[in-house]
């Protein structure tokens, strides 16, 4: 929570800790959204292939599985701000190497794949510590707020993300989105460098074993059923998203599209999110908690098969728009549930072992899609991801702890929640 009292009777957009951390997230994942897009471009346009699209983008996720327990342990240790600098000032280096050596003519897959993993490594870290960190520059009766304003701004850039991206990628040249997205990097960083809340660990305990740590993140993930199974329905959910990009800028491809067409139909998507974004803090007060996953999640196993007829770009990306207005809201209220639930001193631990199965089946779900594009179809690809959407859809509408869980954050569980 913020130190300052005062923050605590104000709106969100007025508390300057809140906003510092928001401002950041935002300047950081516009870069990223421009080149997520920008990198399975890139190794497109260099090699021709799906499958090596789809092992650049796994790379990237990979950490996760190898990395989440270990440092969401460390997160609850050391202080989640420097560990933030630290991650913005390192990807910045590595994502700007990409640009310097394009410019210098000697560009070469192994400096792509070493970035991939380094940037994917320190956006472990990041991630972990920023949502670790949130508690404490907003007041827990805020947090859905927070939860839904945070997704307004990943909506923001990921709509003009994409499409600055492509146009610089097309018109400017190939270096230039990587340079964009090192120079949000290193903004982020200032806007963090500000920050005067305490992120220091508050209690003096002495550390202990990091195995035990781990362990007791994990047992109070797997004692509390809900966020258990929400982990295990998002990790599905995940390995679907994480086949989106590649599965989208070849059927894009294959219908002529140009680099500002599809960042045209990722655009879209965006403001699909944007629209989500908005309008989920309505639909949690509104409507329960398992209303809200199994609608989402219904919706976009609905939506999947009209990739497949989608005749043209703007019609990809009009159905990719729908499909992603859902995702924003399914964040908003399994997030600020979640968070609720977890005491402080356990915000870094149970939230890696979260995002370690969440996050499991994405490098999978990346690698697999460029596998059935290359040596099927993409409308294979199509027909296998959407099969999957309607089996985590059906498996959320058949647990019923997610479908009977009652509206609104779990704040009132936390006292039970927390001996476990």
Avoid at 146 to 159: E, L, P, R, T
Wanted: aromatic content about 8%; charged content about 10%; proline content about 5%.
């Amino acid at each position: 929570m913020s130190d300052t009292g005062d923050d605590q009777r104000q709106p969100l957009w007025r508390q300057r800790e809140y906003m510092l951390l928001w401002s950041a997230q935002v300047v950081s994942n516009l870069g990223s959204y421009a080149a997520g897009i920008i990198y399975p471009l890139l190794v497109l346009a260099i090699t021709q292939s799906p499958v090596i699209v789809g092992w650049v983008s796994a790379l990237r996720i990979l950490p996760y599985l190898l990395l989440s327990l270990p440092v969401g342990a460390l997160i609850d240790r050391w202080n989640r701000r420097r560990v933030m600098l630290v991650c913005d000032v390192g990807r910045a280096i590595a994502v700007g190497s990409l640009p310097l050596a394009m410019w210098a003519g000697v560009l070469a897959m192994p400096q792509i794949y070493l970035v991939a993993v380094i940037e994917g490594t320190l956006l472990v870290f990041f991630n972990i510590a920023e949502t670790a960190a949130l508690p404490r520059v907003v007041p827990a009766g805020q947090l859905p707020q927070a939860a839904a304003q945070n997704q307004v701004g990943f909506a923001g850039a990921a709509i003009a993300g994409p499409a600055l991206g492509t146009w610089l990628f097309g018109t400017l040249g190939r270096g230039l989105p990587f340079a964009v997205n090192a120079c949000g990097f290193a903004l982020s960083a200032m806007l963090l460098w500000r920050l005067r809340t305490r992120f220091d660990r508050r209690d003096a305990a002495p550390a202990r074993d990091l195995r035990a740590e781990i362990a007791e993140g994990l047992r109070w993930l797997w004692h509390e059923r809900l966020v258990r199974d929400m982990a295990l329905i998002t990790g599905v959910s995940n390995f679907i998203q994480a086949a989106m990009p590649l599965l989208l800028i070849v059927l894009a491809k294959r219908q002529g599209a140009s680099e500002a067409q599809i960042g045209l139909i990722f655009s879209l998507a965006g403001a699909g999110g944007m629209l989500g974004a908005l309008v989920g803090g309505t639909v949690r007060r509104r409507l329960s908690f398992g209303q809200v996953i199994v609608g989402t999640l219904a919706l976009q196993a609905i939506t999947f098969p009209l990739f497949g007829w989608a005749g043209s770009a703007l019609a990809l990306g009009l159905v990719f728009g729908v499909n992603q207005f859902v995702g924003p809201i399914y964040n908003v209220v399994q997030f600020s549930h979640r968070i609720a639930m977890i005491p402080d001193g356990l915000q870094g631990r149970v939230n890696s072992s979260f995002r370690l199965i969440a996050y499991v089946l994405n490098p999978v779900g990346a690698a697999l899609c460029g596998v059935l594009i290359e040596h099927g179809s993409a409308l294979w690809a199509v027909a296998f991801f959407g099969l999957v959407q309607v089996l985590v859809a059906g498996a959320a509408w058949l647990d019923p702890v997610v479908r009977h869980c009652p509206a609104g954050p779990a704040g009132a569980q936390v006292g039970g929640s927390g001996g476990r």
